[in-house]
T-cell receptor, first 115, second 107 residues
Framework: DAGVIQSPRHEVTEMGQEVTLRCKPI?????LFWYRQTMMRGLELLIY????????DSGMPEDRFSAKMPNASFSTLKIQPSEPRDSAVYFC?????????????FGQGTRLTVV | RKEVEQDPGPFNVPEGATVAFNCTYS??????FFWYRQDCRKEPKLLMS???SGNEDGRFTAQLNRASQYISLLIRDSKLSDSATYLC????????FGAGTTVTVRA
């Protein structure tokens, strides 16, 4: 199993540009999470999908952020327009939900720098 | 109030020492909890699960106190390689994480 795959690993972009982060969850997992991690705020949940449907997007900071999951093997997180305060490490994680079985596996993250 | 809260530390301990820290949670309906370990500039990885009264794995012991709504992690005979940030989470549908507790083991 290849694990959760995220791309790109690093992204440097100018303020105002659109940024798209990509995630391929582990095959067979039906839950997908996008997190943002900074020194100041820790690991914040942005959005959670179950069976490709967004269940909870209350963590999405503002309308500049959007996430999609068109199928069980792919998800994107888009920031448009990007701002310097969006600089962070963005993690995607997936899990096989079920009673007592919600261990999440994380991708290696995308380190985003907006200048 | 955040759903999961942790003492950020840092906990600086000598090799061989025992270190313990807690994680408090606000939703008492949670049935399962997890401790994750995150090394610098890496992704979090599962360390231990806590489903009932506790769990032990080698030098690591996790306990759940439902009455006071916290879980704890104890590391015995700490090694240099235990230096990391330890994150706790409730095993509910959206996996809310605490901010993490940083542990540094010194020689």
């Amino acid at each position: 199993d290849a694990g959760v795959i995220q791309s790109p690993r690093h992204e440097v972009t100018e303020m105002g540009q659109e940024v798209t982060l990509r995630c391929k969850p582990i095959s067979g997992h039906n839950s997908l999470f996008w997190y943002r991690q900074t020194m100041m705020r820790g690991l914040e949940l942005l959005i959670y999908f179950n069976n490709n449907v967004p269940i909870d997007d209350s963590g999405m900071p503002e309308d500049r952020f959007s996430a999609k999951m068109p199928n069980a093997s792919f998800s994107t997180l888009k920031i448009q327009p990007s701002e310097p305060r969006d600089s962070a490490v963005y993690f995607c994680a997936s899990s096989r939900t079920g009673v007592g079985n919600t261990e999440a596996f994380f991708g290696q993250g995308t380190r985003l720098t907006v200048v | 109030r955040k759903e999961v809260e942790q003492d950020p530390g840092p906990f600086n301990v000598p090799e061989g020492a025992t270190v313990a820290f807690n994680c408090t949670y606000s939703n008492s309906a949670s049935q399962s909890f997890f401790w994750y370990r995150q090394d610098c500039r890496k992704e979090p990885k599962l360390l231990m699960s806590v489903y009932s009264s506790g769990n032990e794995d080698g030098r690591f012991t996790a306990q759940l106190n439902r009455a006071s709504q916290y879980i704890s992690l104890l590391i015995r005979d700490s090694k240099l390689s235990d230096s990391a940030t330890y994150l706790c989470t409730k095993g509910d549908y959206k996996l809310s994480f605490g901010a993490g507790t940083t542990v540094t083991v010194r020689a």
